[in-house]
Structures are given as C-alpha cells and as structure tokens.
C-alpha cells in the first residue's frame, strides 16, 4: 500500500506541514531584514486572500471581483472594535472580522443563485465600486484620529508579528484543505461543473455557492485583519476595485484552488511589483503583467501555478495501483448474460414504488408529454424507449423535477412529488443520471462517490460496487478516467446512495459493443443486490432487451405500448413508430 493511502498519513500529513510551515515562518522572522519582513507579511495577506479566490473562482467557478471589498470589511471591523477598546484582543479581533466579511459575502452571494458569468462579475465589480466609494466617505475607524491597531502583545514588532500572520495562514490552510475534502468542497467542485448533477445527487445548489462566497469572504476578512495589523492605520487606498481586478487575474494564473499555489500567487503580488521597483519600472506595470498571464492563462487552458506545479509534484504510479482494487478480497463473481430479459412474478406482483399517473408537459402549444402513465413495482427494471423525439428526455426532466408545474402526478411509494425541487426529490429516494457528462473531474474517484451516494461508506463497500461495475480504484481522479467509465462510476455512486428508483438516461453511452453487454449483466442484478428499482432509457435494443423484462414505449409525448417486452417489441404500433430508425423491430 502506498504511504499516502494510509489513514494515518491522510489525516496526520496536513497538521505535519503546518507545524513545518511555522516553524520555517519562525526562523524567516529571525533571518529576513526589516524591510524583507514587512514584505514577508504582505505575502501572507495576499495569499490567504488568494487562497479564498481559489475556493469560490478555481472551485465553485464563480468570478468574484470584490475580494479585497471583503477584506476591507474585515479590516474595518477589527479597526473599529481596536478603537471600541472590544475584549478579547487582536485575535478575537480579527476571527470577529472574519465572520463579518462571510456574512457579507452571503449577501453577496445572493444573487450567484440566478447569475452566472460577465454577468455576475459586473455585480461583483459593482459592489467592489461601489464599496469603495463608501469607504472614501467614512474613512477605516482610527484613521482620522491617528489611533493605530493595537497588535497583539506578544507579537507587537514586525518580526513577530509576521510569525503571527504565518500562524494564521496555517490555520486557514488547514481549515481550506479539510473543507475542500469534504462535502462543501466537493459540492463546490460539483456545482462549477453541473448544477444539475449536483441537485440530482440530493446536494443544495443554494448552500453549495452560498458556502464558497461564505468561505471565501470570511478568507477575505483575516487577510483585511492582518492588513490592519500590518499597516496599524488603514486606509481605503488598500482596497480599490482594481487591486480586486488584480488579485482575481492572478488567482488564475497561480491555479488558487490549489493551497500551495495560492501562497505562490501572493508570492507573485508582492515580489512583481518589487522587482519592477528595483529596476526602476514603474510598479503599475505590474497590472499589465498580471494582465498578459491571466489571457494566457484562459486562452490555453493552464495557468503558471498548475505547470510549476506539475514539474514539482509529478507522481509516478506504483505497479500495485494497476492491480486490483483490493487484492485481499475474492473477485467478483462472473457475470453473464442473456437474450432477453424475464419477468420474475414475484417481484412484478410488489406494490408500486413509482406512479406517473397522467403526466403533461406543454412549450407553448407543443404537447411534449401527454397523458403518460405507468407504474414501476418495486424491486424491478422497466424500459423506457422510444424514437427521437418522443420525449424520453422530457419525461426524465419532469419526473426529477426539473420541470416543474407539469399536469398528472409523481409518486413514490405513494407520496405526491409534485411540489418538491430536484434536490428534495433525490433525497426523497428519487435519483437519475444524465447523457452528459455530469461527473466532476476535479474529484477522486472515492470523493465523488462518498458525495453522491449522502450517506457513510465503508471502504470496502466503495471497492465492491467499483469492482462489480468494472470501474478503476477509488484513489484515481475522475480527470484521468473516460467518459464512458466516469458513466459507470455515476452508476455506481447513486445506486450506493440506496435510492428507491434510479433512473438510467442511457447508461451505456460511450461504452463498446462487448461493454454493452457486460453493463447489461450487471445491471440485471441490481434491484436484488442493491434494493433498487430501474427505469432504463436506452436507445441501445440489445441491452434493453438483456436486462428490461417490462417496456413502455413513448412516441409524439404518448405511451403507445407498455407491458412484457415481448409483446410489446412486436406491437404494429412500436414497430411503425421505429421504422426507418432501426430494421431490429
């Protein structure tokens, strides 16, 4: 097993590197001259503040361009509570500053539920304008009257007041990296990538981007905090939209989801507009620097930060990873397939555990769905086929209720789903997976099944259903798998969430011949192994034909055939429905 699969080293390794992070800031603090401590602190700032970009820009994927307004809020905070003469000191001071700036930042995050892009940028950018408008008129508490920020009494010079700021750049670093690994961080990283995966998975959209503005908002504050600190009288000059513009240019460029790279991205902010200063090159080229990396940055699809990275970090994999997942236990059991698909009358004999009685759906005076009805008893695997266009997609939209305010009704296990949202509906015990690729390939495999599936997993349970379904090691990142496997990996992590019915929208997409068929074996299988009903939309006849003992067939928004796959492969209706599209019928 390697070093970094042991329990121990995952969960010891993180508070090892920030003791060695201390300890390297102490003796920085010792070494450095005056004025190289000052910038040292300026570093520290800069990339706590970077390191909060990273969470709502590199991970969310939202453009926040107001960072340094956060700051400014935290700064402003522990400005006025230094000048109140608050309990608690310059620490309590400054975790006070924190939760105000990740107050803030959720009002600010309130309209990232409805906007995306340019267009949320522009009202990022506006709040940043606007902020510092307002800060010119009231100016940071203390300023006018000269009453500096009281440091904290042990560390009241530069040289230990930077080992304070490196302490506290560990603490957040800490606090990032256990987040990021959790389920925040992967609802972050789910949401950047599909807001609809991440609803259908049972995961809040709302709590996922309100989070990651919170997170990085409050990351904002400390940084505005320790400026304070730094500075002893801050001024609004510290905190203009365009340092925000800045520090998110640069966020991109350094990779700033990535901790270590966002400390080399505050690297960058201080040591750049240093060197243009000792050349004799005025420190606003800095900004056309900035500026010329972070196109190159969107233009190529890499950032500075990730290459460095890359060069300095690049694994190399043991022979045990191309091994079996888990070579201690027993290989699955062979799978095998056949013809067609049976129907077993004990379970088609269960009562229902989903109903569409009359579902309607209307664009306009288009009917894409109209009148449709079936049941699925539990513990079973119905088809769901029909041409292009018949309105498979429309059905799965509106059964998982990404079309609301259709006509007829959804029930599971008898309860009406009518008025529940996707994400109510996934963890009422409803789920679905998509044509698309919906897997986010900034997570492990592990992680992203621990994040859909909602629940506490063994281990071992996450190793048996990979292995059943064919699918790589937990360890590996999904970036390096196939789309047609990430499928099987969506597969396996929704039904481990134990739903009641799981919808297939075309599972075996982007899967061979010969893959089709296997798919088929195990999914045969699932309603005994797992307690889950399928519904299977596939295009694919040959697998519908393996595993779906029962069809309904959907032609112009109908049902025109439901029953016994047999009889319903040979009704004249399926059959004129399918003509030209397939000569199988």
């Not at 049941?375 to 609301?404: C, H, R, Y």
């Not at 997976?433 to 349970?461: G, I, K």
Request: glycine share 10%; hydrophobic share 50%; aromatic share 8%.
């Amino acid at each position: 097993m390697l070093l970094a699969d042991r329990r121990w080293f995952r969960s010891g390794w993180p508070f090892a590197v920030a003791v060695a992070a201390v300890a390297i800031g102490y003796a920085l603090s010792i070494g450095l001259s005056g004025y190289a401590v000052y910038l040292a602190i300026s570093v520290v700032t800069s990339s706590i503040a970077i390191m909060g970009l990273g969470i709502v820009t590199g991970s969310a994927g939202m453009i926040a361009l107001c960072q340094l307004t956060f700051a400014a809020v935290g700064a402003w905070i522990v400005a006025w509570l230094n000048v109140s003469g608050a309990p608690g000191g310059f620490a309590v001071w400054l975790v006070l500053g924190a939760l105000g700036a990740g107050i803030v930042g959720i009002l600010i995050g309130l309209p990232a539920l409805r906007l995306r892009g340019v267009n949320l940028a522009v009202v990022t950018f506006g709040f940043a304008a606007a902020a510092a408008v307002t800060l010119g008129q009231i100016q940071f508490p203390g300023s006018t009257d000269g009453i500096a920020v009281q440091r904290p009494g042990l560390f009241s010079d530069d040289r230990s007041y930077f080992f304070f700021s490196v302490i506290a750049l560990a603490v957040c670093a800490l606090a990032v990296f256990f987040l990021q690994r959790g389920r925040w961080g992967a609802s972050w990283k789910s949401v950047a990538f599909s807001e609809r995966g991440t609803a259908s998975a049972g995961h809040s959209v709302r709590t996922a981007k309100l989070t990651a503005f919170a997170v990085s908002a409050a990351l904002g504050g400390v940084a505005g905090g320790l400026i304070a600190g730094q500075v002893q009288l801050p001024f609004a000059t510290s905190f203009t939209p365009l340092l925000s513009l800045a520090l998110y240019v640069l966020a991109i460029i350094s990779g700033a989801h990535l901790i270590d790279m966002a400390i080399f991205g505050g690297l960058l902010w201080v040591l750049i507009p240093e060197l243009l200063k000792r050349w004799d090159i005025p420190q606003d080229w800095a900004f056309v620097i900035f500026g010329v990396l972070g196109v190159q940055a969107l233009t190529s699809g890499t950032n500075l930060g990730q290459a460095i990275r890359d060069l300095l970090h690049r694994r190399r994999r043991s022979p045990e990873d191309d091994a079996s997942i888990d070579r201690d236990e027993p290989a699955e059991d062979a799978v095998t397939t056949t013809t067609v698909a049976t129907i077993d009358p004990a379970a088609d004999s269960n009562a229902p555990v989903l109903t569409v009685e009359g579902l309607t759906v209307e664009f306009g005076a288009l009917k894409a769905l109209d009148g449709v009805s079936f049941e699925v008893p539990a513990g079973t695997i119905m088809g769901l086929i029909g041409p292009n266009g018949a309105g498979k997609s429309t059905f799965v939209d509106a059964v998982s209720g990404f079309l609301p305010g259709h006509g007829g009704r959804v029930l599971l296990d008898g309860g009406d789903l009518g008025s529940l949202s996707p994400t109510a509906r996934a963890r009422r015990g409803l789920r679905r997976t998509y044509q698309q690729d919906r897997v986010p390939p900034q997570l492990t495999v592990e992680a992203y099944v621990r994040f859909v599936a909602r629940r506490r997993l063994d281990r071992a349970e996450i190793d048996r259903a990979l292995a059943f379904f064919g699918c790589p090691p937990a360890s590996d990142r999904l970036s390096a798998v196939d789309v047609g496997t990430r499928r099987l990996i969506e597969v396996a992590a929704h039904l481990l969430a134990a739903p009641r019915v799981l919808v297939l929208d075309e599972p075996a997409a982007g899967l061979s011949h010969d893959e089709h068929l296997a798919l088929a074996a195990r999914l045969r299988e699932v309603p005994d192994r797992y307690g889950v009903s399928l519904v299977i939309i596939e295009h694919d006849l040959d697998l519908v034909r393996s595993v779906c003992p029962r069809l309904t067939v959907l032609d112009f928004g109908r049902v025109i055939a439901s029953g016994p796959q047999t009889e319903v492969l040979e009704d004249p209706a399926v059959v004129k429905a399918y003509m030209g599209e397939t000569e199988m019928l």
